[in-house]
């Protein structure tokens, strides 16, 4: 499967964007799909992610409460909505997947495709 991140930008503190990862293929539906982002100097890490049926959510603490993941089986689509956005939410995003069906935290999961990242910038 191929990945394609969007709705990157920049962005007031306070404010709200919408990221939005297109798959293609067929099988979307059988897809685990996770939001991860790397800030400058430092390590990736996980910021969300929906199970394949959407009736699995996780999310790092540090943005529990303010992002908010979803996904469109019928659009191929996974979406990651972001409130409240804080300087340090600065970051290149990238949206993950993995084929399977069973209910594996995402923080767990070895993602097995990867989009090419989309970079949210969050101005003081």
């Known amino acids: 499967v191929q990945l394609q991140a969007s709705g990157g930008g920049l962005v007031q503190a306070g404010g709200s964007k919408r990221l939005s990862c297109a798959a293609s293929?067929?099988?979307?539906?059988?897809?685990?799909m996770g939001w991860f982002r790397q800030a400058p100097g430092k390590e990736r890490e996980f910021v969300a992610s929906?199970?394949?049926?959407?009736?699995?959510?996780d999310y790092a603490n540090s943005v529990k409460g303010r992002f908010t993941i979803s996904r469109d089986n019928a659009k191929s689509t996974v979406y990651l909505q972001m409130n409240s956005l804080k300087p340090e939410d600065t970051a290149v995003y990238y949206c993950a997947a993995k084929r399977t069906l069973y209910n594996i935290p995402g923080y767990r999961m070895e993602y097995d495709y990867w989009g090419q990242g989309t970079l949210v910038t969050v101005s003081s």
């Open positions: 929906i199970n394949y049926s959407g009736t699995r959510l």
């Open positions: 293929g067929r099988t979307f539906s059988t897809y685990a």
